[in-house]
């Protein structure tokens, strides 16, 4: 058979185009639902976002010096009295009579934390054991069972042979026993986020948010409390103020300075830029008369001494009422 020029022989002929299907409208994509395991995902991410919203809008961001202190001095007013490593007048420093005594009878308390070897936050004051103890090691030479066989009392007197070094884990048990007690702890030297976070978990399982004010020299141990804990009210302690020290309390988030009474009254108008900023300011450690008149002169927030008892009742007769 002779072909055409335009016949298209059937076995070579193209294949034929799909059909192509039409888009699908998005009111097909609403009436066709997501499979379950899709719906499930998105159902669970939609629920921690909002779990996370709540805890950002429920949990502040920061501490108030206000929320811990009370409303800031003016010049004249009576501060508040801070009994030094509890109330050294009586007792041994540093040791569970002394600090409960103090913690019965004041609003705030102060002590100062170090860790063992193995780990253990324990209550104690010096670089070596020497003073109290007659041994020259430091805290952090020995672990808790071997420190927990020194004796902290018998330097002081008799009647307090045998008194053991606490753990803050003691000291914070019976801290929550007293509903109207406060502490100032002192962190010494420089800690890591994570020996930080042994002290935070402590407060948090005594249930003390707030009551504990957590405090140090070292810039290194306050930027890690911030990081492990930015509700953790905290102190810088500073033996000099700036000028300005604002900016430095911005920066570390705390809620007062800790500092000498020389430095208070070489820069008083340091103290006016803290209190309206909001800032507190404490004097260390402060245990005569004439210290006591000259920065309730200038309005501190608070006196830390050796003596509670003598500064209450000299600020019953300087301040009555208080």
Not at 150 to 156: E, I
Not at 212 to 236: D, G, H, N, W
Not at 255 to 278: D, I
């Amino acid at each position: 058979m002779t072909r055409t020029p335009d016949a298209i022989d059937p076995r070579i002929a193209p294949p034929a185009r799909p059909t192509r299907l039409p888009a699908r409208s998005a009111l097909d994509r609403l009436s066709h639902p997501p499979r379950r395991a899709v719906r499930i995902a998105c159902a669970l991410v939609c629920t921690l976002a909002i779990a996370a919203l709540l805890l950002v809008a429920t949990t502040p961001t920061t501490a108030s010096a206000v929320d811990v202190f009370g409303a800031l001095r003016v010049p004249g007013e009576a501060a508040l009295i801070v009994g030094h490593r509890g109330d050294r007048a009586e007792a041994p420093e540093n040791t569970m009579p002394s600090l409960e005594l103090a913690m019965d009878d004041l609003s705030f308390v102060e002590t100062d934390v170090q860790l063992s070897r193995d780990g253990v936050p324990v209550l104690f004051h010096d670089s070596t054991l020497e003073r109290v103890t007659g041994d020259r090691r430091s805290v952090g030479d020995l672990d808790l069972d071997e420190l927990r066989r020194l004796d902290v009392g018998g330097w002081y007197g008799r009647d307090h042979v045998g008194e053991r070094m606490p753990t803050l884990d003691e000291f914070l048990a019976a801290l929550a026993l007293r509903e109207s007690a406060r502490a100032l702890v002192e962190l010494k030297a420089d800690w890591t986020v994570e020996e930080v976070r042994t002290v935070v978990d402590l407060v948090e399982r005594h249930q003390l948010r707030g009551r504990v004010v957590l405090q140090s020299f070292s810039l290194e141990t306050l930027f890690a409390v911030q990081r492990v804990s930015p509700t953790t009210p905290r102190i810088m302690l500073i033996r000099e103020l700036p000028a300005d020290p604002v900016p430095l309390a911005e920066r570390l988030g705390v809620v007062g300075f800790g500092t000498t009474a020389a430095s208070v009254s070489a820069a008083p108008g340091a103290l006016e830029a803290l209190h309206e900023a909001g800032v507190a300011v404490l004097c260390y450690t402060l245990n005569s008369h004439e210290r006591w008149q000259e920065v309730s002169a200038l309005g501190v927030d608070g006196i830390i001494t050796d003596q509670p008892s003598e500064l209450d009742e000299w600020l019953a007769v300087t301040a009555p009422g208080t």
